[in-house]
């Protein structure tokens, strides 16, 4: 595997929570460290800016604490994910903090950022990209990344069109850093699938949604229980970057998912809403097609245990079909 040793030795499932914009916070950050995965926020979730020192010191602290009372436990290293856009005026300060509290693993999306990749190599912190094509991948790592983020078909939220088996097998070629999938992994079984496929870490954000941890309204994680891969709708109306959403939530703000314009990118401002008064992830709601396999809204523990139980069972069914 091309994990640092801090996190290879630290976890118990091969996943990384993805950072979800309002949705992760502290709570669910801790939870998933505790229960063995990696947990993320976006840093701009943390506002005003000062509160995210508050944040990474409760998060060290609680863990610390953690660890502490449970020396055998696998308790994961977190990320803060960065969003490098001119619209983000935090991104600098933030990173700034960042390297204050040697924040372990950084995520950076859209542009990849050689400034703060050599900031956190200061510290011995990594730094994960995502991306959704070879041609952004080798950007990336041309900047000298130490992941690489496959966002593939069916991620929720900021997602690509490529199926998972050309991209990732395109990039392990000529990538022999990390390498992180997502798109519509919800089970014990995707993960495992992930993997399988040469990934390192299945990147996982839907699924956490709907969790007890998670900051989202109780409609919201209804939502994913009640609906399916049919109900996901893929636009760039709302941030000016095409994404997954959950239909239900776009008809509730008076649009037509069947119907949707194209938007204007040079009037966007990421996260926004774009050219709509419905404001993106507050009202319109980011969705992977991967909800047709969640059926509750249990404890981030809980969740992670089945997982945990799925993804063993399926290696083991992996095995056995092999050697049949």
């Avoid at 929570?17 to 502290?26: D, E, T």
């Avoid at 502490?68 to 983000?88: D, G, L, M």
Wanted: charged letters at 20%; a neutral charge; one cysteine or more.
């Amino acid at each position: 595997m091309a994990l640092p040793d801090f996190i290879r030795n630290n976890i118990s499932l091969p996943v990384l929570g993805s950072p979800l914009f309002i949705i992760s916070g502290p709570e669910l950050v801790i939870a998933q460290c505790k229960a063995g995965v990696i947990g993320s926020f976006p840093a701009l979730n943390a506002r005003p800016a000062h509160v995210l020192g508050e944040w990474l010191t409760r998060i060290e602290s609680e863990l610390g604490e953690y660890k502490a009372k449970n020396p055998t436990a696998k308790v994961a290293p977190y990320a803060v994910n960065q969003i490098c856009h001119a619209s983000n005026d935090r991104l600098m300060q933030d990173m700034e903090t960042c390297v204050k509290h040697k924040v372990p693993i950084i995520i950076t999306s859209l542009r990849p950022p050689a400034e703060l990749v050599a900031a956190a190599h200061s510290y011995g912190g990594v730094v994960f990209h995502d991306v959704i094509n070879v041609k952004h991948a080798r950007k990336a790592v041309e900047q000298g990344v130490d992941g690489l983020i496959l966002v593939c078909a069916g991620a929720g939220g900021h997602a690509g069109t490529l199926s998972p088996f050309a991209l990732v097998r395109e990039v392990k070629q000529w990538f022999k850093g990390a390498v992180l999938l997502s798109g519509a992994i919800s089970d014990g079984w995707g993960i495992a699938s992930a993997v399988a496929l040469g990934a390192d870490l299945a990147y996982m954000g839907t699924r956490f949604i709907a969790t007890e941890e998670a900051n989202a309204a109780p409609a919201y994680k209804q939502g994913l229980i009640d609906h399916a891969a049919h109900d996901i709708v893929y636009s760039n109306l709302f941030t000016g970057v095409h994404g997954n959403y959950l239909g239900p939530s776009i008809v509730a703000a008076g649009l037509d998912p069947d119907n949707l314009p194209i938007a204007d990118k040079t009037k966007m401002n990421f996260g926004s809403g774009g050219n709509t008064k419905a404001k993106a992830w507050r009202d319109i709601w980011g969705s992977g097609q991967g909800i047709g396999q969640i059926v509750d809204a249990p404890p981030v523990a809980d969740l992670v245990q089945r997982l945990r139980d799925e993804y063993n069972l399926a290696r083991s069914d992996f095995a056995q079909r092999a050697s049949a």
